[in-house]
């Protein structure tokens, strides 16, 4: 027995060790690639062509994870956030080695704003004289709206353009809550605050509906009205295309005035050497636009002592530090008064794509938004989605700005207290007992239902916290509370809607929203600084794994029933008082 603990016992040792060392070698192997690509110089050829492919989801920013570049198979891909992209752009309209953009497109799953901030870049970008050309096997709607700014447009001789017009929907989960047996406690303010459809209905209501057809209308009509200004199509013949599904042939779409050219892409690629008089642009002069964003340029003015801060603020508004993926209040206040006290800073711009969530993290972030705003110039660029905690947090800035297919509004406050008791009883088995010093010790518990006197509580405070959001919404855009309300009542309202009623002062994505900030900081130069910053790669690699490790041990713990756990935390992270977007919205 001795000699079987002692073997037991180095084997776990000998494992532990192994997966040390295979922990470190991991490690090591990544921070290698990571410290070879940073210090690799890139080189960008003459006669040269930016490499625009954009087959991922483009976030506002960044990542400085090392693992957030590698792909499922173990690959490295460089996913540039918006930010890089738009610098990129700017870089190659006076880098004479650039003689042209290849936009390499297919599916796009980012959203219309971002796409839309591209697509103003690379119109511009156009006005150096400089070409740009497409080519793409397939083109889904929103990859045919940023193509149409090419010069020319080439598609594969049996392809298609998905071209049919938006349509949104919701999922509906009520009968699923019913089925395992979970109540939805449901507490709201607004005619419009349809967040919570999605638990007790499975439909959407006629006033959603009406809310969410008017905005994706108005996107439609942005788009089209882009598109035919490229293309010199009218919008009357754009709509008929689209009514008809005209474009599901390639000979269609090009008797159509769609697209130019019909060619494999071995054609296009001689098409473009040519253009270039090179033998073969692919060898070495196609530079990919994860390359080209560490490629150095020669500084055409000195470094400015003026700095513009950029704070990025993404995800669900939640309350304390929060992770990279969402808004932590203490984070993004941390990071907003930081610009505020650091007097080289001489404006702020807040990035904001967000769907709401926390009421109360919302209102502390919006404290540093206005104190910021009583020091130094506060500018709010509005991304796809800035919606009821993500208007909140913005409406105190001097100005707003967003892009017309900018999804915003939702300006009302919802409560939900999910009662799990009749799920864990009757489908996992686990009863809940206990004891309490007090009349509503138990209050806001999960395990049982809400006492009528504890439901009326709440409702009075979600009224409250309602009229202070419309209160903060009347004060920052200088109208009454009539008026907010009139808007209000959780109703979402596209960019396009927004700047008809106030909501916004015009339209523009980031590089707007920084040129708003130099004119009232009344700067002749500034460079630009990024906050929150951003972890240390080793930091972030700790994170993931430390992540990653958690959910395995979850999986293997509960087997079947991690799907369970997965949903009880979906529905547990919305328990509070919120101020949140309707439901998720997928335009396609």
């Known amino acids: 027995m001795k000699d079987f603990f002692k073997f037991m016992f180095a084997s776990m040792l000998g494992f532990f060790l192994s997966s040390i060392i295979l922990f470190l070698l991991f490690l090591g192997f990544v921070m290698a690639i990571v410290s070879f690509t940073q210090n690799e110089e890139v080189v960008v050829n003459e006669s040269s062509f930016l490499h625009i492919k954009l087959d991922y989801t483009v976030e506002d920013r960044s990542s400085n994870d090392p693992l957030a570049d590698f792909t499922s198979l173990g690959s490295l891909k460089i996913t540039p956030g918006l930010n890089e992209i738009l610098k990129s752009i700017e870089k190659a309209k006076n880098d ?22 591209i697509r103003i870049a690379l119109d511009d970008f156009s006005k150096t004289g400089k070409p740009i050309y497409s080519y793409s096997n397939i083109l889904s709607q929103k990859a045919y709206y940023l193509a149409s700014v090419s010069d020319k447009i080439f598609l594969n001789p049996e392809g298609f353009i998905e071209f049919k017009g938006y349509n949104a929907q919701g999922f509906f989960i009520k009968n699923l809550l019913e089925k395992l047996e979970i109540e939805p406690q449901v507490i709201r303010h607004g005619k419009f605050k349809s967040a919570v459809e999605p638990l007790l209905r499975t439909d959407m209501s006629e006033p959603n509906k009406e809310q969410t057809l008017k905005f994706i209308n108005s996107m439609w009509d942005n788009s089209l009205d882009n598109i035919s200004g490229s293309r010199n199509i009218t919008i009357k013949n754009l709509n008929l295309i689209a009514d008809s599904l005209q474009t599901q042939n390639a000979a269609q779409a090009l008797s159509l005035h769609l697209v130019d050219s019909l060619v494999y892409y071995d054609e296009f690629l001689n098409f473009i050497s040519n253009k270039i008089d090179v033998e073969n ?38 309350q304390g530090e929060g992770a990279n993926d969402n808004i932590g209040s203490d984070k993004i206040a941390r990071a907003i008064r930081s610009a505020r006290i650091d007097e080289s800073i001489k404006a702020v711009v807040l990035r904001v794509n967000s769907p709401g969530g926390d009421a109360l993290a919302s209102d502390i972030i919006l404290r540093e938004v206005n104190l910021t705003k009583n020091e130094k110039p506060i500018v709010v660029s509005l991304g796809n989605l800035a919606a009821s905690g993500g208007y909140y947090i913005a409406c105190g800035a001097d100005k707003i700005f967003a892009s017309p297919s900018t999804i915003t509004g939702s300006i009302g406050v919802f409560g939900i207290i999910p009662n799990f008791e009749k799920f864990f009883n009757n489908k996992l088995g686990i009863t809940f007992d206990g004891v309490k010093t007090n009349e509503n010790s138990d209050f806001m518990s999960t395990t049982k239902p809400l006492s009528k006197f504890q439901h009326d509580l709440i409702q009075i405070e979600i009224e409250r916290i309602y009229s202070t959001f419309i209160g903060h919404v009347a004060k920052g855009r200088n109208m009454t509370t009539e008026e907010v309300d009139k808007i209000g009542q959780g109703r979402v309202w596209s960019g396009s809607d927004a700047l008809e009623i106030g909501l916004i002062d015009g339209f523009g994505g980031l590089d707007k929203a920084i040129m708003e900030a130099k004119e009232l900081a009344n700067l002749e130069d500034y460079r630009i600084v990024e906050l929150p910053k951003q972890k240390e790669p080793i930091e972030q690699i700790m994170d993931d794994l430390l992540g990653k490790t958690r959910i395995k041990i ?25 101020a949140r977007l309707p439901f998720e919205i997928e335009i396609n």
């Not at 004479?96 to 901030?117: C, Q």
């Not at 002069?285 to 700095?307: F, Q, W």
């Not at 979850?554 to 919120?578: A, P, R, T, W």
């Open 554 to 578: 979850l999986q293997s713990e509960l087997g079947g029933n991690y799907k369970f756990y997965q949903f009880y935390k979906k529905v547990e992270d919305m328990n509070g008082i919120q």
């Open 281 to 318: 642009i692919k060898k070495k002069n196609l530079i990919s636009l994860g390359k080209y964003t560490d490629a150095k340029v020669k500084p055409t003015k000195k470094r400015s002592k003026n700095k513009i801060a950029i704070v990025y603020a993404s995800g669900d508004i939640v």
């Open 96 to 117: 004479d080695r650039i003689k042209g953009i290849y936009l390499d497109l297919g599916g796009i799953p980012s959203g219309l704003a971002t796409i839309s901030e």
